[in-house]
């Protein structure tokens, strides 16, 4: 069964720092996704990514954030400069093509630790 | 109000009862309504998608009602497999393929 594989699984980095985030999403899917789950708290959106540009974002995805799609299967969301507050688990998601929102599978995530 | 509002649990039940599981949502515009079940630590897995006329995978019902704006889960013969966090989860609006989490309800299956 096709799934979203997301790397690295635990990110330790130090505030200030950029960090990278990678996901490849599933095959045949068109849109892709960032969410995180501070401990303890609701999954968030961060923003939705289609035809290679950010059709959505959250407020939460300022200008410290960006995502690309550097080739056909990566899909990459980068931090600029860390804050601790940005600790929190990471998922990708992705979902195929349809004229309403649909179903979202997501990776297994990558859990970032600011310290 | 909260977006999508659930009951925290957690529900503690024996093995073979069933349960069932309320939500509310604030938006109107919502188009797309899913449950999704999060195991500790772990990402959320897809369960079912809630359609307006009600559907069933198995010993899972889901029903939805636009007018109330509310969305349940039924989970029957529970099983141990089941003890997990259920989510409910709606799209941020019209056209918005966005998705709006609850904070889940804990459900404790007991031997």
């Known amino acids: 069964e096709p799934e979203v594989t997301q790397t690295p699984s635990h990110q330790v980095t130090q505030m200030g720092q950029e960090v990278i985030l990678r996901c490849v999403p599933i095959?045949?899917?068109?849109?892709f996704y960032w969410y995180r789950q501070i401990l303890g708290q609701k999954v968030e959106f961060l923003v939705s990514?289609?035809?290679?540009?950010?059709?959505?974002k959250s407020e939460i995805f300022d200008d410290q954030f960006s995502v690309e799609r550097p080739d056909g299967s990566n899909f990459t969301l980068k931090i600029r400069s860390t804050k601790l507050e940005d600790s929190a688990m990471y998922f990708c998601?992705?979902?195929?093509?349809?004229?309403?929102?649909?179903?979202?599978?997501f990776g297994p995530g990558t859990r970032l630790t600011v310290t | 109000r909260k977006e999508v509002e659930q009951d925290p649990g957690p529900f503690n039940v024996p093995e073979g009862a069933t349960v069932a599981f309320n939500c509310t949502y604030s938006?109107?515009?919502?188009?797309?309504f899913f449950w999704y079940r999060q195991d500790c630590r772990k990402e959320p897995k897809l369960l079912m998608s809630?359609?307006?006329s009600g559907n069933e995978d198995g010993r899972f019902t889901a029903q939805l009602n636009r007018a109330s704006q509310y969305i349940s889960l039924l989970i029957r013969d529970s099983k141990l497999s089941d003890s997990a966090t259920y989510l409910c989860?709606?799209?941020?609006?019209?056209?918005?393929?966005?998705?709006?989490f609850g904070s889940g309800t804990r459900l404790l299956v007991r031997p």
């Open positions: 989860v709606v799209n941020g609006g019209d056209s918005s393929y966005k998705l709006i």
């Open positions: 095959s045949n899917h068109l849109y």
């Open positions: 990514f289609y035809n290679n540009e950010i059709s959505e």
């Open positions: 809630v359609y307006s």
């Open positions: 938006n109107s515009a919502s188009q797309s």
């Open positions: 998601a992705s979902s195929a093509g349809q004229v309403l929102p649909g179903e979202q599978y």
